[in-house]
Each structure stands twice: as C-alpha cells, then as structure tokens.
Nanobody, 133 residues
Framework: QVQLVESGGGLVQSGGSLKLSCEAS????????IGWFRQVPGSERLGVSC????????YYPNSVKGRFTVSRDNAKNTVYLQMNNLMPEDTAVYYC??????????????????????????WGQGTQVTVSS
C-alpha cells in the first residue's frame, strides 16, 4: 500500500503562490498514477492535478488549468503541486493520492473518480491552503 505525506500548505494572499510537496513510498512494480485533490467542508473531494507515473501525462480541470502544475522528483520520491495566481476559491484542504493500476493509467480518470483502492492506493493526511482576498 502506498504511503503519502503532504507538506507546504499555508495562508497566502490572492494572486500569490504556494508549492505543495507529497513524499511517497510503498510503490511496487507496475503502473501508478498520482494526483492532488482538494476538499472544502460539505463538498466532495475534487481532483485538481493528476499525473500518470507511466508516461508523465497530466490532467488539469479548467478551474486550475494554467495556474497549477504537477511535477515530480524521482530521486526524492516526491511529487509537487505548484499553485500560482491563487484565488480565494482555491481555499481547501489539499490531499495527495496515488494508486496502482493494472494498465497504463489515464490521469484524467484518476482525477475524475477521486478514489483509490484500499489494497493498493493511499491518501495523504491533507494540508490546509487558505487564500485571503
């Protein structure tokens, strides 16, 4: 099972930037997909940036496209989320998640489903991002 630890959240003014980190472990052989999700109280968890670790293909919903960028550093087993031009509506708890897939993964599908297998995937503990107006 994958283990994930996020860091880098905080308070930022509208228009500012933050970079989140997700240190991952527990990967075995096969295909994996990783992503960033966010959730506000009373709402479902939504995917904001996902990446196939097979071919580095990425997916961003329109709400963050052009502002958020997902990247990885294999040497550090870490995935990053660079968030620029932040807006108050970006305020949420941000989670990192990853999962094993039996076939080369599609990043958009992982973001859209916002689910992981209890046997092979995992969620991080979450980190709060607050954007003030």
């Amino acid at each position: 099972q994958v283990q994930l630890v996020e860091s880098g959240g905080g308070l930022v003014q509208s228009g500012g930037s933050l970079k989140l980190s997700c240190e991952a472990s527990g990967f075995t052989s096969g295909y994996y997909v990783i992503g960033w999700f966010r959730q506000v109280p009373g709402s479902e968890r939504l995917g904001v940036s996902c990446m196939s670790l097979y071919d580095d293909s990425t997916y961003y919903p329109n709400s963050v496209k052009g502002r958020f960028t997902v990247s990885r550093d294999n040497a550090k087993n870490t995935v990053y989320l660079q968030m620029n031009n932040l807006m108050p509506e970006d305020t949420a708890v941000y989670y990192c998640a990853a999962d094993w897939t039996p076939v080369p993964p599609v990043a958009q599908a992982f973001c859209d489903l916002a689910r992981v297998s209890p046997d092979s995937g995992g969620w991080g503990q979450g980190t709060q991002v607050t954007v003030s107006s």
